[in-house]
């Protein structure tokens, strides 16, 4: 049983900073791409970073030069800097990680955190 535990989110005004965090826990013997999504409310989740296990980096454009992902290859964890963040930031973050299945196998699945609420006041 693999899970995806996201901490870090909250309130903040806008021009401020959160840090978010997500562990892959469980059976996991390793983890592909990890990425971060968001759903504001009304609005379709949309991608906001992604980082391959390589670290090859990938972010969306309402984010570029603003947030910074990064990962703990040995920790199974996944991070995302949100700096100068605006009102229009505000939304659920949902942490997603692809998770092999097991070591002596080729089979991916791709899992979802619980998400966690940011709020970015004006």
């Known amino acids: 049983q693999v899970q995806l535990v996201e901490s870090g989110g909250g309130s903040v005004q806008a021009g401020g900073s959160l840090r978010l965090s997500c562990v892959a826990s469980?059976?996991?013997?390793?983890?592909?791409?990890m990425a971060w999504y968001r759903q504001a409310s009304g609005k379709e989740r949309e991608l906001v970073a992604v980082v391959s296990s390589l670290g090859t980096k990938e972010y969306g454009d309402s984010v570029k030069d603003r947030f910074t992902i990064s990962r703990d290859n040995a920790k199974n964890t996944v991070f995302l800097q949100m700096n100068s963040l605006k009102p229009e930031d505000t939304a659920v973050y949902y942490c997603?990680?692809?998770?092999?299945?097991?070591?002596?196998?080729?089979?991916?699945?791709?899992?979802w955190g619980q998400g966690t609420q940011v709020t970015v006041s004006s």
């Open positions: 997603n990680a692809d998770v092999l299945v097991r070591a002596d196998s080729d089979d991916w699945h791709n899992h």
């Open positions: 469980g059976r996991v013997p390793s983890v592909n791409d």
